[in-house]
């Protein structure tokens, strides 16, 4: 087979990886790719934005199966496009990805599926908005409608500060069209997870609930980021609670859905989640692998990821094909200095080759770029080094160990990356 995935980051480099190890497969085409995704794969200077170029691309390359890696390219059509022209395409439809591009879009579906969400209000009005907020009191959540990016969000502690974020979105139009609505959202209480499934429109298969880290710095300090460290299974869901999920939150969802206007949800299904003194209620939901939980809970995935996903782009997903194996994972980032905001590129990177050959260790590439036979950086996070081990605990051990190896002027990451399942297990 020849399979192309859309994307450059660090979750498209463990897609690629695991794409990579299945015998279905003899070719793999990158669009844009990245440089360690290069050496698995055929790289192609196409954005994965580009939806007409993309399209062109798997047509004239015959590929039997497109993978979707970021939401773009989903909420832009690039399913139905290809879906159009008789390819074969992992990632759902711009009607079904509405799920991740329209939080009250998102909020009415889970309405009808009886799925425990926060309460929330949407207006296009500043001072209802701001009377909103004020009912509800502090803190209090204010969303952009549409995708910003994962900027869009902000938990105001006082009534400045919601107003401030209201102005922002509706008044000073910071994120565009995407914030002309904002929704006003009560606080969530609890320890956040997110699962991941493989759903056909029917059938749901969970991955290993994961936790990703999105602050920058230690303690969850500092700026939001895309996210600079994951690891799974994560223990604040229990076997109990992943089934409850799996079936009262994703099958209910995807059911609601298919009933509402018939659209039919065939990709990978991410529930961000807060587990609350309630019980779980869902955050948002994501039409795509998260970056960089794909990065662990693909480490994990037992089974052929190119069997999986034609059957789920298909509607023939077999649950039983989907299994994660015993023992944990972790992926800590290593991010360029400054990063999320203004960094350097450029900097040679060093140790890759050493932190690859250490035991159970992989190391994806998210910002990086080939330059006269070096590995350079090209991002602001620059690499996903990510372990396995019979434990979460030997996992860390060797994905730190691993990042040790690697060095690049003004590298960092955070060195507290599953603090919470260690908590929670009674390790220091
Ligand atoms: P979202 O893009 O909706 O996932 O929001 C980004 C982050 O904001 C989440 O991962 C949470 O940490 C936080 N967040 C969003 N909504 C809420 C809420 N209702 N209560 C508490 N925290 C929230
Ligand atoms: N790591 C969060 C996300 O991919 O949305």
Not at 223 to 231: D, I, K, L, S, V
Not at 352 to 371: C, I, K, Q, S
Request: negative net charge; glycine residues 12%.
């Amino acid at each position: 087979m020849k399979v192309l995935v859309v994307g450059g980051g660090g979750r498209e480099h463990a897609l690629v990886w695991k794409i990579a190890q299945s015998p279905l497969v003899d070719e793999i085409i990158a669009a844009p790719g990245n440089a360690g995704i290069a050496t698995l794969a055929r790289t192609v200077a196409v954005r994965a934005d580009d939806v007409e170029g993309l399209t062109r691309l798997a047509v004239e390359e015959e590929c039997d199966l497109t993978v979707v890696g970021p939401e773009i390219p989903l909420t832009l059509g690039l399913a139905d496009r290809l879906t159009e022209r008789g390819a074969t395409v992992f990632g759902p439809s711009r009607a079904a990805a509405r799920l991740e591009g329209s939080k009250s879009f998102a909020k009415d579906v889970m309405a009808r599926a009886g799925v425990p969400t926060a309460r929330a209000w949407l207006t296009t009005d500043r001072d209802e908005a701001v009377d909103r907020a004020v009912e509800i009191g502090y803190p209090v959540v204010i969303k952009a409608d549409g995708l910003a990016a994962g900027k869009g969000v902000v938990i105001a502690t006082d009534e400045r500060e919601a107003t401030e974020a209201i102005d922002d979105a509706i008044v000073r139009g910071r994120f565009g069209s995407s914030g002309a609505s904002v929704l006003v959202e009560e606080y969530l209480e609890g320890e956040e997870a997110s699962i991941l499934a493989f759903t056909d429109g029917q059938r749901v298969a969970v991955l290993a609930p994961s936790q990703d880290h999105k602050r920058a710095l230690d303690g969850d300090a500092g700026p939001n980021t895309g996210g600079m460290g994951a690891y799974a299974p994560a223990p604040v869901v229990t076997s109990g609670a992943l089934e409850r999920v799996r079936t009262d939150v994703l099958e209910a969802t995807v059911r609601a859905l298919a009933d509402l206007d018939g659209t039919v949800y065939r990709g990978v299904l991410y529930a961000g989640l807060m587990f609350t003194a309630d019980g779980p209620k869902v955050l948002e939901y994501n039409c795509r692998f998260g970056d960089p939980e794909a990065q662990v809970v693909l480490s994990l995935l037992d089974g052929d990821l190119v069997e999986i996903m034609t059957a789920t782009a298909r509607g023939q997903l077999d649950p039983s094909t989907v299994k994660s194996r015993a023992g944990g994972a972790a992926c800590v980032v290593v991010a360029s200095g400054g990063y999320p905001g203004p960094y350097e590129k450029g900097k040679v990177i060093s140790g890759l080759e050493t932190a690859a050959a250490m035991d159970g260790v992989v190391v994806f590439h998210a910002g990086t770029a080939a330059e006269e036979g070096r590995i350079v950086t090209s991002g602001g996070r620059v690499l996903g080094v990510t372990g396995t081990g019979p434990d979460l605990s030997t996992a860390l051990e060797r994905t730190y160990a691993a990042a040790r190896a690697i060095h690049f002027g003004c590298a960092r990451y955070r060195t507290d990356i599953g603090h919470r399942a260690l908590k929670r297990c009674g390790t220091p």
